[in-house]
């Protein structure tokens, strides 16, 4: 019931093409949604989060799609470019609760954006 | 400000010896996370300290692994001895939520050979 499952574990994308990476999770007290971005010989850095009370959250050409009762949410990179070309992880938690939370990390999705 | 500085950045050294790894959290952070990345399980929690206190350390592989945080400024993760299934990049992420369901800042990581 801790698992996020995220797919797909590969991705190739034309540049300006759209890229999507989905994430499904079971434990329905997570509120707490991240997406990290890992560049080559780098560690994961936060690239936008989402709370469940909104469907929806977009930051530049970032967008998280969130779909509470299907305990799912979808990573998509509008215009994808070149420089996009990275590792991204999805991840859930609880907020709520206290310390001995954590985040429960997906199993990363390795993008390559073709130019 | 800097980031979550971690040394050395490269070990490469032989079965059965002794490795320690560094980590200097964000200042102000009171929460700092171990982690270890590989190809074939992905990104891994080990340990987690809140307040220089390990809170969770249920991702500790066996016995010959050892952490510890002696003041708010400063983490080891130990190895000994060391084994050939050992090598992984190991991440310190921190934060200053107190919990470790929030946003991590991660340093750039050890890429640890075991030869």
């Known amino acids: 019931q801790q698992q996020v499952k995220q797919s797909p574990q590969s991705l190739i994308v034309q540049k300006g093409g759209i890229s999507i990476i989905n994430c499904a999770y079971e434990?329905?007290?997570?509120?707490?949604f991240p997406w990290y971005q890992q560049f080559p010989g780098k560690g994961p850095a936060l690239l936008i989060a989402?709370?469940?009370?909104?469907s929806e959250k977009k930051e530049g050409r970032f967008t998280i799609s969130f779909n509470k009762s299907a305990k799912q949410f979808s990573l998509h990179i509008m215009d994808s470019q070149p420089g996009d070309s990275a590792t991204y992880f999805c991840?859930?938690?609880?907020?709520?609760?206290?310390?001995?939370?954590?985040?429960?990390f997906g199993t990363g999705t390795l993008l390559a954006v073709q130019p | 400000d800097a980031g979550v500085i971690q040394s050395p950045r490269h070990e490469v050294t032989e079965m059965g010896q002794e490795v320690t790894l560094r980590c200097k959290p964000i200042?102000?952070?009171?929460?700092l996370f171990w982690y270890r990345q590989t190809m074939m399980r992905g990104l891994e929690l080990l340990i987690y300290?809140?307040?220089?206190?390990?809170?969770?350390d249920s991702g500790m592989p066996e016995d010959r692994f050892s952490a510890k945080m002696p003041n708010a400024s400063f983490s080891t993760l130990k190895i000994q001895p060391s084994e050939p299934r050992d090598s992984a990049v190991y991440f310190c992420?921190?934060?200053?939520?107190?919990?470790?369901?929030?946003?991590?800042?991660f340093g750039p990581g050890t890429r640890l050979t075991v030869t």
């Open positions: 992420a921190s934060n200053k939520s107190g919990t470790g369901a929030g946003e991590q800042y």
């Open positions: 200042s102000g952070h009171n929460s």
């Open positions: 991840a859930a938690s609880m907020l709520r609760g206290g310390a001995t939370n954590k985040l429960i």
């Open positions: 300290f809140n307040n220089n206190v390990p809170i969770d």
């Open positions: 434990n329905t007290a997570f509120d707490y």
């Open positions: 989402i709370r469940p009370d909104v």
